[in-house]
């Protein structure tokens, strides 16, 4: 049996394919089923396609595409499948889903990464229903 790692709410994540690496700071969503990637990564890192993946949000239900990539997060070396998606407007350019959290991680809210954009976002859990 594997031993689960800890991991806060965001942190750096490595994304490999091939040669073509690039490290930006993820967030960890317990809601997602499934990893999401910024298209921009998509480009970056080279990948292909592999397939379509439907995906339903609040918004309703749409399909991405899918991707196999390799993910580094806390010295865990991950084999992932992730879909594609316009994050342009979003903070994190990287959503860790349940299918990469499942069985290697153990989410704790209140320790992160040490970085101005996760300060922000601690605090504002620490202001949570405070009124």
């Known amino acids: 049996m594997f ?16 040669k073509n690496q690039i490290t930006v700071l993820g967030k960890f969503d317990t809601g997602a089923q499934r990893t999401s990637i910024d298209k921009t990564l998509f480009e970056k890192l080279k990948l292909k396609s592999i397939g379509e993946v439907e995906v339903k949000n609040i918004h309703g239900t749409s399909k991405r595409p899918l991707a196999e990539l390799v993910l580094i997060i806390k010295g865990k070396r ?3 499948r992730v879909n594609v998606a316009d994050r342009s407007l979003r903070k994190f350019k990287v959503l860790i889903g349940r299918s990469t959290i499942f069985n290697n991680f153990i989410v704790d809210i209140t320790k992160s990464h040490n970085s101005p954009l996760v300060g922000d976002l601690n605090e504002s859990l620490r202001n949570w229903g405070k009124r």
Request: aromatic share 0%; no cysteine; hydrophobic share 45%.
């Open 3 to 18: 031993k689960k790692k800890t991991a806060g709410l965001v942190e750096p994540i490595t994304l490999i394919n091939g």
């Open 78 to 80: 991950l084999a992932a």
